[in-house]
């Protein structure tokens, strides 16, 4: 029999008292008998919140996702409101995905701070994550939730939360609610739901999010321009065929394709391994559908719509898939010319992009004379830049996970608009005989041939949680001297805030809260981010590389060249 922890053993045993339902105490009973390693698992430690909220698998336990673990996380969210604002009515917004519970577990949410007397907006039905941080501001909420996994697999749901200004939860506010979450006993939660403060929201709120949205994301193209982009677009069974079939609709594109078999919204995913748009697979039929139909264009966004993967015409005409990089590339490019064009740029702007995201960005937003603030991983650090400078306008930002985000009437990566806005630059592109390839080929011709790719270690349980955590201790203490016969010339330590010279060995202080992620940067201009994820059992890696492209013809031999580095970088580091 396998060897419980003591510690372990108390957790366990305080969901074996009246607190929890006798359907809980069973299945934990019945887990003692026969699953005790999945028990220890589901117990070991308190789901966190990372970059993206609290995400985990469902089923019982500390460390699942099920209505005690949201429970008391929003029993501790509402005594945190109820503090901060005394004087005040509280109000929430609560969305939630297609995925399996997650309108159950809304209805959770919302009966606990209704309990609390706190006022509910619960959505009718799935929506979008970037409505419902439209819907923060749009109804004055305080707080709001939504129910998602984002791009995880089908056994996991999650808890993300949204402060006043509709942007996710950052310092102080989330370690002062964590506080309060951990100062609480499960037997404090009051699921008991007051149901004349749960108000049922819809089709008025989407009709204002989709009207912003597409204001938002078109720019002056003409009608008959707009007709002629062929588009195919997969919501990947998720929540994004809410949205944004009307809001291209409503913008003018009249030539969409709906992949029908991936179009129901559905918590198995039934059609692909992962509803990630970063994964080529996942994007398969909409790229099937494209050949057949000629598609100029192939969309395809994640279960809660803020992640957007785009494929479009190589140079052979053959259809490619741009990773998150290049899609904020071209995206940032359009948006800074579009107000340079419109005389207003003047000084007083920034773009938004993050530690592990391509060098290129602040490039090419330094040649619009407009700033490129850097912040950590995830679309909270994005939002709070807007927060944080309130004296300058924000044009729009994003991060290599296929987020993007255009101005700031939504503080959330936002798939909507952002899919608006990707037609909108491959409708003008396609008038002017050219594809958004060709768009990203000029782009490194006039800035520079960036090069980057992701490496993601799958590290599982307890087990993989210690190696993550081994590697990134190795990675500090034996840190590399060289990368692919390259000498590292600087390290940033995000853990200790601390970047140093490596030629000089002198430092300074990283002025960006501390985050356990670890930069090396080498002579020949590489660099190369190791970071544990925030939501997944994975340490990622974030290699990037460049050099000069005088011109489009040298594009495919310069690629290869950028190819090569990049493989003999992971052969040099042993992945």
């Not at 998602?148 to 939360?161: L, M």
């Not at 003047?346 to 330094?366: D, R, W």
Request: hydrophobic share 35%.
């Amino acid at each position: 029999m396998i060897y419980i922890k003591p510690e372990i053993l108390e957790r366990i045993n305080a969901w074996l008292t009246p607190s929890f339902d006798e359907d809980t105490q069973s299945e934990i009973k019945e887990l003692i008998a026969s699953n005790p390693k999945e028990l220890e698992e589901s117990f070991y430690k308190d789901l966190e919140f990372g970059t993206g909220g609290m995400r985990g698998i469902m089923g019982l336990g500390t460390n699942r996702i099920n209505k005690y673990t949201l429970g008391k996380n929003t029993q501790g969210l509402s005594n945190y409101l109820k503090k901060v604002f005394p004087d005040e009515t509280v109000k929430v917004a609560i969305a939630y995905d297609c995925r399996h519970n997650s309108q159950t577990f809304g209805k959770v949410v919302a009966d606990v701070f209704s309990a609390n007397g706190i006022k509910v907006f619960l959505f009718e039905d799935l929506r979008p994550t970037p409505e419902l941080s439209f819907t923060l501001k749009h109804l004055n909420c305080h707080c709001g939730i939504v129910l998602t996994a984002s791009h995880n697999p089908p056994e996991y749901n999650g808890y993300k939360v949204y402060w006043q200004d509709g942007g996710q939860l950052v310092p102080p506010q989330d370690g002062e609610i964590i506080a309060e979450i951990n100062k609480l006993d499960y037997s404090q939660v009051k699921f008991d739901a007051n149901a004349d403060l749960i108000q049922y929201i819809g089709k008025d709120v989407d009709d204002v999010f989709i009207s912003n949205s597409v204001k938002n994301g078109s720019f002056d193209t003409a009608s008959e321009v707009r007709e002629n982009l062929n588009i195919v677009f997969t919501s990947l069974h998720g929540t994004s065929i809410m949205s944004i079939p009307e809001t291209l609709s409503r913008a003018g594109y009249t030539n969409v394709n709906i992949v029908q078999e991936q179009k129901e919204p559905n918590g198995d995913f039934p059609t692909v391994v992962s509803p990630n748009p970063e994964e080529t697979e996942a994007l398969k039929m909409a790229m099937e559908l494209a050949e057949k139909v000629g598609g100029d264009i192939v969309i395809g966004t994640d279960p809660d719509c803020d992640r957007l993967g785009v494929v479009v015409r190589d140079l052979d005409g053959e259809l490619v898939i741009l990773n998150g990089n290049q899609t904020m590339i071209i995206m940032t490019d359009f948006l800074l010319r579009q107000w340079k064009d419109t005389g207003k740029i003047n000084g007083n702007q920034f773009v938004g992009s993050t530690i592990v995201s391509t060098p290129m960005m602040s490039v090419l937003s330094n040649a619009y004379g407009v700033d490129c603030k850097i912040g950590l991983t995830g679309f909270k650090w994005i939002a709070k830049m807007i927060v944080d400078f309130p004296e300058l306008d924000f044009i729009g930002g994003g991060e290599e996970s296929f987020g993007f985000m255009v101005g700031d009437f939504v503080r959330d990566k936002d798939a909507v608009t952002s899919t608006l806005l990707a037609c909108e630059i491959a409708a003008q592109a396609k008038a002017e005989g050219k594809t958004l390839y060709q768009k990203l080929i000029d782009l490194y011709v006039d800035h520079g041939f960036y090069k980057e790719r992701l490496v993601s270690l799958t590290k599982k349980g307890i087990e993989g949680a210690q190696e993550i955590k081994q590697i990134m201790i190795d990675s500090r203490e034996n840190p590399f001297k060289t990368v692919n016969g390259s000498k590292v010339v600087r390290i940033e330590d995000y853990q200790l805030s601390i970047a140093k010279d490596m030629v000089t060995g002198t430092e300074e202080s990283i002025d960006i809260p501390k985050s356990n992620v670890l930069i090396y940067y080498t002579e020949d201009g590489s660099k190369i981010a190791l970071r544990p994820s925030g939501t997944e059992p994975k340490i990622k890696f974030y290699i990037s590389v460049n050099t000069n492209l005088d011109n489009v013809s040298d594009f495919e031999k310069t690629e290869q060249l950028l190819e090569s580095r990049i493989d003999a970088i992971l052969k040099d580091m042993n992945l």
